[in-house]
Structure formats: structure tokens, C-alpha cells
């Protein structure tokens, strides 16, 4: 079985470099760049060479180039910096030779200062992609020519309030590694995922933090700052990151330059928005739905079977979006809400619709699967021989066919829990949930290609890891099932 999981997650790791690659060459090679500035207004209004810097620079950020100003090329490329910004120059010819040998396209400005471009090529784009993922954070990440003095060391440490943790002076983020009372717990920084800035929406920002920034109005609560500083305040002081430039406002606050934090917010981010209504949704489903498909196949071709029947019908044959308005409006008529935001996170009216209409549109499928199983189980020869020894029909219903029948529901339970972080795109736009369902489609009408990357990448990841913990699952709960026939487990 070991060799068998460990084999399962060499291939799922595979199969997600291959997704995920194909993707990133789509994006980047199918979609015109050009159309990645359509919607900066900032972009629109600009004109001469502060348009074409800006462009570059923009293309540059979001990946699709390598772009050096002159003052770049001199830099990197001359000993003689100040020959080398003299336009027609010996030296700044040499440069601009030196970049065009190295393949790039050297081009000039209205006010005659060279540029280097380098378009990345598919394999360099998907290798690139690849290499900045996975973030390690180290006393050496930060570069800062205004603070040569920089101490580089790792420390054990605890904050004005008694919350201990590992420390860092050089890393991008202090707390490295922190404990507190907030589940799970244990908290990390040192390692993260680079997916690039999130653009034109939220630009400039991390994709995985406007995935996981939380949402509403800004929640201060009393906390003591590093140089003894009481005072209400958002700010969440293991968030902090280094910052270059600090203002009079941080030296009341820190001691150091780690001044760029995270603040809280009174609603939850999109990601846990959404994993919120889905869990929920989901429990009601299958508290429903598993007794409800036991009941039809117990009574198959009575009054209660049908009436089953005639529901899973209905369901599969009304479209998504008239079940939502529909129900929509029969919870108005007791008082609950017909849009998320008019009661917003902290009123429990504002979930009971969305969550009975998400629950609502899963239960047919599950209710006819655990009836199928079950009478599927029904006609075997154990349940025969069950019959012959006398067992009573609630026995073998209970205490066999149940047992058999419940285990290829059970291989879709990991896929249904994690994949609710994915949101639900119709029913969150009827009711204006500030969830994870518009965001892909959202990412993918507005140009936000690292967005739409990281999404992939996110769904993708966890739609392939819940099929093996699902295949897992069921050897839990009939261990006869061997996932790894013929193998030595040992």
C-alpha cells in the first residue's frame, strides 16, 4: 500500500505540472498582451515615452518579458556607467551589442535612451513558472542599498502581547514561524506560493493574498506595538513584512523597518466565504439525501420511492438558475433575504437560502446513487443466503446491503469537502456572495491571467488529491478493498 499511495502522488504531482503547463502556454502565447491593458484606465490616459515604459514594465511584472531600461543595461553590462548613459556613446553602443547578442530586441525612446526586450519563448515561460512557485524565505531576501547595516539572523522571540514565535531580520516576513490561539494553531511564513501580482483588478497585489485578504470593514482590537505603543488598531502584527521606506506613523508603531502588515476585517476572505455555504450545503445534503436514497430503495415502487423519484426529476429537469429564483422567492415570503449583503456575515438569515438551494441541487444525484447501489445489493447472492438464515428485512437492509452499498458514496465524500472551496458561480451571483464562484470567471473576462493561472492551479491540485483520498477512504471502510492488488505492503 505504501509503494501504491507513494506511487499515486508521484503521478497526481505529474498530472498537475502537465495541467498547469499547458494552461500557463495558453494563456500566454493564445491570449494577445495587448489585451492585458485594455482595462487600465491609467494606461489609456498616458502618452509618449511614459506610455511605453509603462507598458513594458506592466508586461514585465505579469511575466510575459524580460524589460531593461538603459540605466538597467548599464548596470548590469558596464563598468562605465555614466559612458554608458551618454546616448551614441562608445560604451553605450557596446551595451546595446552586448544585449543584442544575447537575443534581445533593442529599441529607443522618443528622447533617444535605449531599451532591451526579451520575449519569453513557451519553454522559458513554463520554466520560469515552475521555478519562482514555491517560496522559501531566508535572512537573505531582502535587498535594501538604504540599509546596509541589516542584521541577517534567525531568533526566538514574542510579541508586546506573549505571542511567541521564530523571528527573522532579513527575511521578507519576521514571523517565521508563530504559535497563537487561532486554529490550526501553529502558523508559518517561511514558505509560500508565488503566483505573481494579481492585474488590472487588485493590481499589483499577490494573487494568493486577494484570495485569502479578508472582506468588510477593518476590526482594530487593543494590542501593544514594539516600542510599548497601546493603542486600537487592525493591524495583524505576524502578518508583518519588511519596508523599505518607513513613515512617522510606523516609528510610533515598530522598531525595525517589518511595518507592511495584513490588517482584519469583520468578514470572512473569498476562499473561506465560499468553503462556508459549500460545507454547510453539504451537510444538509447528505443528512437528507443518504436516509432519503435508503427509504426509496427499502420501499422500491411504493409511495414513498415514487414521490422520490418524482423530486430527483424535477431537480435534474428545472434548470439551475429558475430552481434559484424560485426558491428565492419563496424565502422571501418568511422574511429571508433575497441578497447576501442586506444582512451581510453576522445575521444567520442571510445563509438559510443559498444553503438550501445548494443542498438542494446536490441531493438528486446522491439519492439516486445510494438507491442504486442499494438495490443493486439487494439481488446478490449473501443477501439471499441473508434471507434463507432468517434475518429480518430492516437487518439486511441495516447491517449488509447498507454496508456494500454506502462505498462508492463514500469515494465522493473528499472530493465534495475540499472542492466546496471552489464556490458555486451561479448561486453566489444570484445572491451576491462575495465568494470564490465569480472569481475564475471573473479572472478570465478580465484579462487577469495570473489569476486565472493561480485558479487553475488551486482547482486542479485539489479536484486530483481528493480522487486518491477518496480511494483511501475506501479501504478505510471495507478493508477488503485492496487499492494495490498483488504488492507487498511491507
Known sequence: MKKYIFSRIIRSIFSIIIVESIVIAMIFTMIPKTKVLDLDTSYRKMTGDTKTVYRYTRYEDLGYLDFDRLSDMCKKESDDYNGCMVNGSEENLRVIAEYESKGYTVDKLRNGAAFAIHEYSIPELIWRFWKKLIKIDNPNAITDDNNPDLERK??????????????????????????????????????????????PTKA????????????????????????????????????????????????????????????????????????????LSLIIAYAIGIPAGIAMARN???????????????????????????????GTVFGLPDKFPLYGFKDVRSYVVPMVILAILSMPSLMTWVRRYMLDQSSSDYVKFARAKGLSQRE?????????????IVNGIPASIILCISGALITESAFAIPGMGKMLPDAIQKMNNNMVITLTFIFSTLAIFSVLLGDLLMTIVDPRIQLAAGEDDN
Open 154 to 199: 534567525y531568533y526566538w522571540g514574542s510579541d508586546k502581547d506573549g505571542n511567541v514565535g521564530l523571528m527573522c531580520s532579513g527575511c521578507q516576513y519576521k514571523y517565521q514561524l508563530y504559535f497563537n490561539s487561532k486554529f490550526p494553531f501553529i502558523h508559518q511564513n517561511a514558505i509560500g506560493l508565488n503566483f505573481g501580482i494579481s492585474f
Open 204 to 279: 499589483g497585489v499577490p494573487t494568493m493574498d486577494v484570495i485569502n485578504e479578508g472582506q468588510g470593514s477593518q476590526v482594530t482590537v487593543k494590542q501593544t506595538f514594539p516600542t510599548g505603543l497601546e493603542a486600537e488598531s487592525a493591524i495583524i502584527q505576524s502578518s508583518c513584512q519588511y519596508k523599505p521606506t518607513i513613515d512617522h506613523l510606523d516609528e510610533n508603531k515598530f522598531t525595525d523597518h517589518y511595518a507592511n502588515c495584513s490588517s482584519r476585517y469583520d468578514s470572512p476572505s473569498m476562499v473561506n466565504t465560499s468553503y462556508i455555504f459549500g460545507i
Open 300 to 330: 422500491k415502487g411504493k409511495i414513498g420511492d415514487q414521490i422520490g423519484v418524482v423530486f430527483i426529476n424535477v431537480v435534474i429537469a428545472m434548470p439551475s438558475l429558475a430552481l434559484i429564483f424560485f426558491t428565492r422567492q419563496i
Open 396 to 408: 439486511i437492509f441495516s447491517k449488509h446491503i447498507l454496508k456494500n452499498a454506502i462505498i462508492p
